[in-house]
């Protein structure tokens, strides 16, 4: 597994070598050991898929709160997604900047993220699928959100945004006393 650190402390894209054969392929897609600097002790306690129809819906941004803090596995099964990654850890150096990574079926790679971090995505394909890792089970009442479109962090979403859920278009707008959350 390539394992290539992102300028966001603890956030890193997986990249792994299908091997080709006369059947098809196969590639490893997760490896508690491989991982384990960047797992830092924390497991896979939860797995969830996503199906989105529309080229340019956007989902997200999503983090959890401590003590359900998580860390994610992000990975494209079908079509492509602009993934972006926000950091709200008061103590880091990239507190309150976004980072995006293109994850498509094709390209094969997975994203990485460290508690302390939303996650969100706009889908650059109809028909895009979306498989997550968690190393937190979800717990609505620890939930939060970053408006998409938050003058604070200026997302450049590469597309118009086509589609968004009502609670995505009404999470609250970072205050300027926003403190961060600390994993
Ligand atoms: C996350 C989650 C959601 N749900 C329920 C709650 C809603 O009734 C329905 C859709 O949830 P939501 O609108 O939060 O789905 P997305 O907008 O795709 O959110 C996800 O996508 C963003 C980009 C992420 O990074 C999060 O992991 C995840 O929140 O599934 C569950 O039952 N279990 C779960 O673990």
Known sequence: MRITPLDIPGAAILETDRRGDERGSFARWFCADELAALLGGSHVCQVNHSFTQEQGSIRGLHFQ???????KVIRCLSGAVFDVVVDLRASSPTFLQWRS???SAKNDRALLLPEGCAHGF???AEATQLL?????LYTPSLEGGLRYNDPRLNIAWPLPPAQLSARDQQHPLLTEDFRGIEP
């Open 101 to 103: 990574v293109e994850l």
């Open 132 to 136: 997550y890792l968690h190393t937190a």
């Open 122 to 124: 706009q889908t650059l």
């Open 65 to 71: 709160y401590p003590p359900a803090a998580e860390k």
